[in-house]
């Protein structure tokens, strides 16, 4: 099943913070985190895995709560290059063949303005 | 380039012609994926594909949707008989990633925008 994904929208004034979230009605082995800009490509920005970690990119650290089947993003004082779609991508396990795919949320658009 | 291209980019179609999308991944990628990305929806899976073999279909739509791969390479998408709901932003990705390993980091293609007038 899709995860869930809140808030649909939010938006920002540059400097500010965001928390994006994520979750599951299934167990989860890792959570993907992805930014698209209006007209690209969606691009990585991190993996989480089974553990509870927390990730850091540059501003831009996540969560993962696999208990509560659930992932966070935290974006930090905001920048104006934040603004885009950001979809979390949930892998739920492996199927009988022995692989597993993403299942990507409906995504939550951001929009950081000066 | 050294990164996913997918053509064409755009398309324009009559409901009920069939239409074609190609996919051409990063060297040496040997899983690849198509999405389909509509206004509000996210990004749905649609196939995957381990080299030449789809080992996970189960997101195509309806038998009017088919992919195949050849030579581990190259991907065609293909829509027979398109609908109005059709339209949508269709994504590849590709990644390194082997058979039995856990998904890693996926490279987008740009995407091929479909419309069904």
């Known amino acids: 099943q899709q995860p869930v994904q809140s808030p649909q929208a939010v938006i920002l004034r540059e400097g500010e913070d965001a928390v994006i979230n994520c979750s599951s009605s299934?167990?989860?082995?890792?959570v993907h985190w992805y930014r698209q800009k209006h007209g690209e490509a969606p691009v990585f920005l991190m993996i989480?895995?089974?553990?509870?970690e927390q990730k850091g990119h540059d501003k831009i650290s996540a969560s993962f709560n696999e208990k509560k089947q659930q992932s966070s993003l935290y974006l930090t004082a905001s920048q104006l290059s934040y603004s885009g779609t950001y979809f979390c991508g949930t892998e739920s396990g492996q199927s009988d063949s022995g692989y597993s795919t993403l299942t990507f949320g409906k995504g939550t658009m951001l929009l950081v303005s000066p | 380039g050294a990164g996913v291209s997918q053509s064409p980019s755009n398309k324009v179609t009559e409901k009920g012609k069939d239409v074609e999308l190609r996919c051409d991944p990063i060297s040496g990628h040997t899983a690849l994926y198509w999405y389909r990305q509509s206004l509000g929806q996210g990004l749905e899976f649609l196939i995957y594909f381990q080299g030449n073999s789809a080992p996970d279909k189960s997101g195509l739509p309806s038998d009017r949707f088919s992919a195949e791969r050849t030579g581990g390479s190259v991907s065609t998408l293909t829509i027979q008989r398109t609908q109005q709901e059709d339209s949508a932003v269709y994504l590849c990705a590709s990644s390194p990633r082997a058979f039995t390993s856990r998904p890693g980091e996926l490279f987008f293609g740009e995407g091929s925008r479909l419309t069904v007038l």
């Open positions: 299934k167990a989860l082995y890792s």
């Open positions: 989480l895995l089974k553990g509870g």
